[in-house]
């Protein structure tokens, strides 16, 4: 399913790991500590699964078992000796060898339906360098290798960073906000991505797109979650990720803030140019359009995304909507006498551009979503004023008020008052016409 298009309940019945996955991920990990503990010449301090796998951010059918192998000290001989022990001892357990480095031992897992990359990379306190020494590896970004030093260096603050991200998602989700969805669908995305430029044959850009990492992503979300106000809906929350990697992503400060800092490795302009141009194209895909510059927080949803150019051009009165989860992703306005002026222009082809201001449920008045959600408004029909208690639907065939005397009577002042109906403005008269007499 395109990304896009996806909504909170199809990521987490598709994007998810199953039960299966995750049994078989945490027998994995399991049998490489008792394995490792058993070798004969040198033992490791400490095994940990480290990652997306550990975050709760892995995507089903497509991730890694990422564990980290803590030694008392760096050793040479001990280090290439317990990793040739461990190389023997998993491959006669099941997991195919892939190959190796001097800090990393790279397998693969197949256990009945599950598949999945094993990464072992052995760290010590000796890796735990600094910044500066890190950013001195030699590091060929176009072919995504990294010296093995940066992997360990990278390994040693795994748990650390692990801890500091986990209690950020924790304290979101307990706010309202479906920050793991919304990561697995940005991560999701971006693997769709980076297929369509390998097909297309830009291996350039692919490869650019695969360097994008995980943790690049994930902080991404992160950011765009601590900006949104509880209640948003999960399609929006997704268009404001988008809107933030069309930006240009930059999480230092973001990493800086968690002291995660010292590992975090961010991206050359060149890998967010193409990422840019990527969020770009999908939220075009999407309707949705990002401000400007000085605008950091709107995401403004444009009904015909041809036509965006002309909200520059015209000062067209905004309305407010919130998308609904509990509905399946649906877009509600809270502005009905406006939502039914404006479709009334649209049935008379007089508007072809309506500006949208997307809120979150906990932005709205108490007891306002409930009162907008009344039977006579349900989401789809407005109920008017009128003896033949008319309704303005979503097209004509929905609608019983009277387009065409309406029309010809389209220059009056006269005010269509609504019923049952609350809002900021429910004393402003909009010019639309009433009923010619019979």
Same mark, same amino acid.
């Given at each position: 399913?395109?990304?896009?298009?996806?909504?909170?309940?199809?990521?987490?019945?598709?994007?998810?790991?199953?039960?299966?996955?995750?049994?078989?991920?945490?027998?994995?990990?399991?049998?490489?500590?008792?394995?490792?503990?058993?070798?004969?010449?040198?033992?490791?301090?400490?095994?940990?699964?480290?990652?997306?796998?550990?975050?709760?951010?892995?995507?089903?059918?497509?991730?890694?078992?990422?564990?980290?192998?803590?030694?008392?000290?760096?050793?040479?001989?001990?280090?290439?000796?317990?990793?040739?022990?461990?190389?023997?001892?998993?491959?006669?357990?099941?997991?195919?060898?892939?190959?190796?480095?001097?800090?990393?031992?790279?397998?693969?897992?197949?256990?009945?339906?599950?598949?999945?990359?094993?990464?072992?990379?052995?760290?010590?306190?000796?890796?735990?360098?600094?910044?500066?020494?890190?950013?001195?590896?030699?590091?060929?970004?176009?072919?995504?290798?990294?010296?093995?030093?940066?992997?360990?260096?990278?390994?040693?603050?795994?748990?650390?960073?692990?801890?500091?991200?986990?209690?950020?998602?924790?304290?979101?989700?307990?706010?309202?906000?479906?920050?793991?969805?919304?990561?697995?669908?940005?991560?999701?995305?971006?693997?769709?991505?980076?297929?369509?430029?390998?097909?297309?044959?830009?291996?350039?850009?692919?490869? $650019?797109?695969?360097? &994008? %990492?995980?943790?690049? +992503?994930? =902080?991404?979300? *992160?950011?765009?979650? /601590?900006?949104?106000?509880?209640?948003?809906?999960?399609?929006?929350?997704?268009?404001?990720?988008?809107?933030?990697?069309?930006?240009?992503?930059?999480?230092?400060?973001?990493?800086?803030?968690?002291?995660?800092?010292?590992?975090?490795?961010?991206?050359?302009?060149?890998?967010?140019?193409?990422?840019?141009?990527?969020?770009?194209?999908?939220?075009?895909?999407?309707?949705?359009?990002?401000?400007?510059?000085?605008?950091?927080?709107?995401?403004?949803?444009?009904?015909?995304?041809?036509?965006?150019?002309?909200?520059?051009?015209?000062?067209?009165?905004?309305?407010?909507?919130?998308?609904?989860?509990?509905?399946?992703?649906?877009?509600?306005?809270?502005?009905?006498?406006?939502?039914?002026?404006?479709?009334?222009?649209?049935?008379?082809? $007089?508007?072809?551009? &309506? %500006?949208?201001?997307? +809120?979150? =449920?906990?932005? *709205?008045?108490?007891? /306002?979503?409930?009162?907008?959600?009344?039977?006579?408004?349900?989401?789809?029909?407005?109920?008017?004023?009128?003896?033949?208690?008319?309704?303005?639907?979503?097209?004509?065939?929905?609608?019983?008020?009277?387009?065409?005397?309406?029309?010809?009577?389209?220059?009056?002042?006269?005010?269509?008052?609504?019923?049952?109906?609350?809002?900021?403005?429910?004393?402003?008269?909009?010019?639309?016409?009433?009923?010619?007499?019979?």
């Amino acid at each position: 399913m395109e990304a896009t298009s996806m909504s909170l309940e199809d990521v987490q019945k598709n994007l998810t790991l199953t039960k299966i996955e995750q049994s078989a991920a945490e027998e994995a990990v399991k049998l490489i500590r008792t394995l490792l503990a058993s070798c004969c010449h040198i033992r490791p301090v400490r095994v940990d699964l480290t990652g997306s796998l550990q975050r709760g951010t892995a995507i089903s059918g497509d991730f890694d078992i990422d564990v980290r192998v803590e030694l008392q000290s760096q050793d040479w001989p001990s280090l290439r000796l317990l990793k040739q022990e461990a190389k023997q001892r998993l491959t006669s357990q099941g997991f195919a060898f892939l190959s190796e480095g001097e800090h990393i031992l790279k397998l693969r897992l197949t256990t009945g339906p599950t598949k999945a990359p094993v990464d072992l990379v052995f760290t010590s306190s000796a890796n735990a360098g600094s910044k500066e020494q890190l950013e001195s590896q030699d590091f060929d970004a176009d072919s995504g290798k990294w010296s093995d030093y940066t992997l360990a260096f990278r390994a040693y603050f795994g748990l650390k960073n692990d801890a500091r991200l986990i209690e950020a998602y924790e304290r979101l989700s307990k706010q309202g906000h479906h920050v793991k969805e919304l990561i697995l669908l940005t991560k999701h995305w971006k693997k769709q991505e980076e297929a369509k430029v390998e097909k297309e044959g830009r291996i350039q850009d692919a490869k $650019r797109l695969g360097w &994008v %990492k995980s943790i690049h +992503l994930e =902080l991404a979300c *992160l950011t765009a979650a /601590e900006e949104m106000p509880a209640g948003q809906g999960f399609h929006m929350s997704f268009g404001r990720v988008l809107t933030l990697l069309a930006r240009g992503l930059n999480n230092s400060a973001l990493a800086r803030q968690l002291a995660m800092e010292p590992s975090y490795l961010g991206l050359r302009e060149a890998e967010r140019a193409v990422l840019r141009a990527h969020a770009r194209q999908s939220l075009k895909k999407m309707c949705f359009a990002f401000p400007g510059k000085g605008d950091s927080q709107d995401l403004f949803m444009f009904l015909r995304p041809s036509e965006v150019r002309e909200i520059y051009k015209k000062d067209i009165p905004m309305i407010r909507v919130v998308e609904d989860d509990a509905s399946g992703g649906k877009i509600y306005s809270v502005d009905h006498r406006r939502l039914a002026v404006f479709r009334l222009l649209e049935m008379f082809g $007089r508007t072809r551009v &309506v %500006k949208v201001h997307v +809120l979150a =449920l906990g932005e *709205l008045h108490k007891g /306002e979503w409930k009162k907008k959600l009344s039977t006579k408004t349900d989401g789809m029909s407005i109920t008017v004023s009128g003896p033949e208690g008319w309704v303005v639907g979503t097209d004509r065939s929905t609608t019983t008020y009277p387009l065409r005397e309406a029309l010809l009577v389209g220059k009056t002042q006269e005010a269509l008052q609504l019923d049952e109906l609350e809002s900021d403005d429910e004393s402003e008269i909009l010019p639309v016409p009433k009923r010619a007499r019979q």
